[in-house]
């Protein structure tokens, strides 16, 4: 059944100078907000122990304009500005929900310049897009069309470290869920290979940075000589800027393409709850594994089976996925990660590392779903020295042919 979401499309545009120097001004002019209000947040709450509500804020907001100093807001658009105190507002929200850390102030270098616009401050007119206090509409490059009859509800313009300016559009999508089918995926995440399936076939990992490492060393390093502070010092920026742009560009591009293709391909997806954060720590991988993306491509699977009608089964970190022997549910004592094949003692079954663990996670994976049965490893028992999640792995790959 057809499904009503609310789907962002995103496109580059290229402004005048007018509409250049308006939207930078506007920027200056949230963030200014922004930081305003949060400083008042926090002088009442840790001088007076007093929230203040957004609406206060929205007073404030009308008492800061009046003022010789601030005057210059009312030279920008409104909703901007009332759109960052809602922000703010949500931030403090998920704070005291303890879902994020304390609200921090915007810097004008390092955070992402943006204003979003509602629909009162924004013409939609035949597929042209005019801002508030624009006189013309923006030259959008519509590199994929809207929805048919779709009228952005929100608007959201914005500025990355490599100058390039960007508008996504919130509208209104019909999401139709995906044929059904039998087929189901286990996924073992990797760097050699991207992502193992359990059907045998690896995903070679492009390895993104390491492509653009030399021309991104040989920015860094003109940057590096530039005088802090002048203009050819944020020309170098903008350089390493780009650097860093086309390579994420290339990353997001292929993990789409292969999400999409994973959740149209099969009815039910498995992967490992891997915990990124802790595996940066390794200094040697820390690089590899950023450049990886494994958190991005979880993202996109979530969304996308929830969109499609797919189902996604998350499995325990702690699963032994590698060193379980997919044969008689063995296993191993040891397996460094230097080891890529290996013959369980038990059996005499040689396993590709990868290949074996994408199956355990497949195997366990559906076992988790149809009985609802966790699959964390148990304390050892003993008298048999297997855990009892190890023995139902065994009897859940039953049947997966091996290659």
């Known amino acids: ?9 995103k496109y580059r545009f290229y402004p005048t100078d007018e509409q250049a120097a308006e939207l930078s001004r506007t920027f200056g002019c949230v963030r200014l907000v922004y930081n305003k209000a949060l400083e008042e947040r926090t002088r009442a709450w840790y ?5 203040i509500s957004y609406v206060q804020s929205s007073a404030a907001l009308t008492e800061w304009k009046k003022t010789e100093e601030l005057a210059f807001l009312t030279e920008v658009s409104s909703v901007p500005l009332q759109q960052a105190l809602r922000h703010l507002q949500t931030a403090f929200g998920n704070f005291f929900a303890k879902r994020a850390k304390y609200p921090r102030y915007k810097s004008r270098k390092k955070s992402r310049s943006s204003a979003e616009y509602t629909r009162s401050a924004f013409t939609w007119r035949d597929g042209r897009l005019t801002l508030a206090k624009m006189a013309q509409p923006l030259d959008i490059r519509w590199s994929r069309p809207l929805p048919e009859g779709a009228v952005p509800t929100t608007v959201t313009v914005s500025r990355d470290a490599a100058g390039r300016w960007f508008v996504s559009l919130l509208c209104e999508d019909t999401i139709t869920p ?20 359990s059907t045998g076939e690896k995903i070679t990992n492009p390895r ?3 492509r653009d490492r030399a021309r991104l060393a040989r920015a860094q ?8 502070g002048s203009a050819n010092r944020a020309k170098a920026r903008r350089k390493v800027a780009k650097v860093h742009a086309r390579i994420a560009d290339r990353r997001r591009d292929f993990l789409h393409k292969l999400s999409t293709r994973l959740v149209r391909e099969n009815q039910t997806v498995v992967i490992e709850d891997l915990t990124v954060r802790n595996l940066l720590k390794n200094g040697r991988l820390a690089r590899a594994i950023s450049d990886a993306a494994w958190t991005d491509l979880r993202m996109m699977l979530e969304y996308k089976c929830a969109w499609y009608g797919r189902e996604l089964v ?3 970190r702690f699963f032994p996925s590698s060193k379980l022997c997919g044969g008689c549910g063995t296993v191993a004592a040891k397996l460094p990660l230097n080891v890529r094949a290996w013959t369980c003692e038990q059996c005499g ?4 590392r990868d290949v074996n663990a994408a199956r355990n996670i497949l195997a366990a994976g559906l076992a988790a779903s149809a009985c609802g049965d966790g699959v964390r490893p148990q304390r050892e028992s003993s008298r ?7 023995q139902e792995t065994q009897r859940a790959t039953a049947g997966i042919p091996h290659l």
């Open 1 to 9: 059944m057809a499904e009503q979401v609310k789907r962002a499309f």
């Open 47 to 51: 001088g007076e122990q007093r929230r």
């Open 178 to 197: 995906a044929p059904a089918t039998t087929n189901a995926v286990g996924l073992d995440a990797g760097i050699t290979s991207l992502v193992t399936l």
């Open 208 to 210: 993104h940075e390491r």
């Open 221 to 228: 390093r003109e940057l590096s000589r530039k005088a802090k």
């Open 314 to 316: 998350v499995i325990d």
């Open 349 to 352: 079954a040689v396993h590709d």
């Open 384 to 390: 048999t020295g297997r855990s009892s999640v190890k």
